[in-house]
Structures are given as structure tokens and as C-alpha cells.
């Protein structure tokens, strides 16, 4: 019977453990250990909090301060997903039935969420450890479709953009 509930449990998935992870060689912190899929994603407020606890709590790279913030993709974080929907469908220049060509879409999404307010729990949570956010760099902007793995929260929204693998760019408080 123990053999059993051993086995068990290592094929139950690990719980939802978000954390950052450094790149020293690129200076990029990223963020793992999310799974939109099962229901493992974050608020703005608690990336804000995730951010500034390791960031802080991280005293091996003091002298290296990372240029980029690897987020992932945003089905990860809800509230943005949500933000470039509500966008889009508000722009005049975003067509549903025609949406910009990739590069363009690119380059939506990242000045989108730029300008937006969502973000900003993340920019308090960078200067307290001594970051600001100078811009966004997204890629691989998907659009709202029927197929299944879309969000449940997009479904409905045809064309529009809900996702997309997303950096926030750093530089040192002056």
C-alpha cells in the first residue's frame, strides 16, 4: 500500500510555485514556475511582491543589476491578457478581422502595455530595489480563436490579442 501512495505522489504535479530566476550571462531575471493551463498564474500585485522580495532577498549579484525582467507569456498574468483585449477592442487601428502584420502587433502589444496603468504595482515593486522600467519588448502576439486553449476569460473576443512572450527592460535608478 506504500508503494502505492508513493508513487502517487510523484505524478501529482508540483504545486504552484512561482520564483525568478537569473540569467548572469544575459542579466535577465525570469520568471518560472507557472502554468496557465492549470490555473497557476499571478496577479500584478504579486509579481510586484515577488519582484521586490527576490530581488532584495538576492545579495550574490549585488555589482550586476539586470537589464530585462523575462515575464513569459501573459496568459500568466491575467490582468494583462485582459488590458490588451480591452485595448484592441477600444483601437481603431487593431481590426479583428485583420489584425497589424506580426511585427506590427509586436510592437502594439509592448507600447499597449507601456502606456497602460495595469503595470504599475511592478514599477513600485523595481524601485524599491533600485529599477526602473525603461520600455517592453513583446513577440509572438496571439490572437483570441476558437481553439480551445484559449483562456476562458478571451473566449468571445475574436481577433483580438490576449497573449504574448513579454520583457520588461531595466536600467538602474539614477
Known sequence: MLAIIVIVSLLQPEPCSPRLERDPGWRTVS????????????TIEALAELIAQELRSDTSHENQQPSS????????????????????DDDVVWHRDRP??????????????????????????????????????????LVVTLHP??????????????????????????
Do not use: H, Q
Not at 75 to 85: F, I, N
Not at 159 to 171: K, Q
Open 31 to 42: 520568471v518560472r514556475g507557472l502554468d496557465p493551463g492549470e490555473g497557476c498564474t499571478l
Open 100 to 141: 497589424p502584420p506580426p511585427g506590427e502587433a509586436n510592437r502594439w502589444v509592448a507600447d499597449t502595455l507601456a502606456a497602460s496603468d495595469r503595470p504599475a504595482p511592478l514599477a513600485a515593486a523595481l524601485e524599491s530595489v533600485g529599477l526602473s522600467a525603461t520600455g517592453w519588448s513583446c513577440e509572438k502576439v
Open 69 to 88: 525582467l523575462f515575464l513569459g507569456r501573459l496568459v500568466g498574468y491575467p490582468e494583462l491578457g485582459r488590458a490588451l483585449l480591452e485595448a484592441a
Open 149 to 174: 486553449s484559449v483562456p476562458k476569460w478571451a473566449r468571445g473576443r475574436l481577433g483580438l490579442p490576449y497573449d504574448a512572450m513579454c520583457w520588461i527592460e531595466l536600467a538602474p535608478v539614477d
